[in-house]
C-alpha cells in the first residue's frame, strides 16, 4: 500500500469508484434502451433503473464510512468493506428505507416520499415528487421473477418513464457532487 494514501480513500477511489461506475452504467444502459422512444415499454429498462435507484445512494453510504474513518490508521481496507458490505445488506432492496436516510437527497430529486407498495399484484416503490406527480419503480425481485417473486408483480406500468429518466439524470448529478465533495475530504486527509 502506498503510504501517501490512508485507507478510507483508497477503499473510497478504488471500491466505491467501480461501485458507483456500475450503478452509472446501469443508468446509461437503461438509457439506451430507452433510447425516447417513449411508446415502448420494456422490462429492462426497469430493471436496469431500479438498480441504478438503488445502487446510487448505497454509494452515499459508502462514503459516510469512508469519511467516518478518514484519518483512523488502524483500521484495515477489508475492515471498511466489510463494514459498507454490511450497511448496504441491512437496507437490501428496501428503496423507501434507505432513500429516507439522505433528507438531503430526497430534496435534491424534489422527492415528498417514497413508500414501498404491493398488493398481490403489484410490488413497487412509490415516489411522490414535490410538485405532487407519483412516479412508480418497480422492486428489484419483483421486475425479475414477476408472478413468482416474494410478492406477485404482474404489472409494469410504463407512462411516467420520462420522468424515471429525467430523475435518473438528476440522480446521477446529486451523487457525483457528493463524490467531489467526499474526494476532497478524504483527500485533505492525506496532505
Not at 45 to 67: D, M, V
Not at 107 to 120: A, M, P
Request: hydrophobic share 35%; proline share 2%; with cysteine.
Amino acid at each position: 500500500m502506498n503510504k501517501d494514501y490512508t485507507k478510507s480513500y483508497l477503499v473510497f477511489c478504488a471500491d466505491l469508484g467501480f461501485f458507483e461506475s456500475t450503478a452509472r452504467k446501469y443508468k446509461n444502459d437503461a438509457l439506451v434502451l430507452k433510447n425516447n422512444d417513449f411508446s415502448s415499454c420494456t422490462p429492462s429498462f426497469h430493471l436496469l433503473s431500479s438498480l441504478a435507484f438503488e445502487l446510487f445512494p448505497k454509494t452515499l453510504l459508502g462514503y459516510n464510512i469512508c469519511i467516518k474513518y478518514k484519518d483512523d490508521e488502524n483500521i484495515s481496507e477489508k475492515d471498511i468493506r466489510d463494514e459498507i458490505s454490511k450497511v448496504m445488506k441491512e437496507y437490501n432492496h428496501h428503496l423507501a428505507s434507505l432513500y429516507k436516510q439522505f433528507p438531503e437527497l430526497l430534496n435534491y430529486l424534489d422527492i415528498k416520499d417514497i413508500t414501498e407498495f404491493k398488493n398481490g399484484n403489484v410490488w413497487e416503490y412509490r415516489i411522490t415528487k414535490t410538485d405532487g406527480k407519483e412516479i412508480l419503480i418497480k422492486d428489484v425481485e419483483a421486475i425479475r421473477y414477476g408472478s413468482f417473486a416474494k410478492n406477485r408483480d404482474i404489472v409494469t406500468y410504463c407512462v411516467d418513464d420520462q420522468i424515471i429518466v429525467d430523475l435518473l439524470n438528476k440522480l446521477e448529478e446529486c451523487i457525483q457532487n457528493k463524490k467531489r465533495e467526499t474526494f476532497k475530504i478524504l483527500k485533505t486527509s492525506n496532505e
